[in-house]
């Protein structure tokens, strides 16, 4: 089994990871962990749960794009984040950005921190590709 690296440019640069992996051949892409942040690394949403989730799934809905996915590919949901027990916002934030209530099979995991000092959530998905 071969793998494809991808790493769109509409989001930041992945120093030492790639954005997404594609396994190949096959119908499953991995979307590495994607968090609030802009294309130069700037945090969005400030100390707001709910706006730095919007952003990472927007993070994610770029990824998505980029291998012709929709959210309705989506299979599995991780999520990492320095507030678990915030679940209610975490969920409203994503139905908003994937614009359904419909959600895949999904853990949260409350962490102590993340990769960039101020961010709160950091959300990875796997997706079983369209054919």
Known sequence: MARKLI?????????????ITVAE????AYVAGQVALAA?????G??????????AMRNIGVALQ???ATWSDVVRRTIYTLHPTEYEVIT????????SNEHPA???????????????????VTVRLPE
């Open 40 to 44: 130069d690394f700037s945090v969005v």
């Open 7 to 19: 790493n769109p440019a509409k989001l930041h640069p992945a120093p030492g990871f790639s954005h």
């Open 106 to 124: 999904q853990t949260i995991i409350g962490v102590t921190g993340l990769a960039v000092p101020g961010l709160l959530i950091e959300i990875e």
């Open 92 to 99: 409203a934030a994503i139905e908003e950005v994937q614009g």
């Open 25 to 28: 051949p096959g119908r499953v």
């Open 46 to 55: 400030g100390d707001d749960l709910g706006a730095q989730t919007k952003a």
């Open 66 to 68: 980029e291998i012709n």
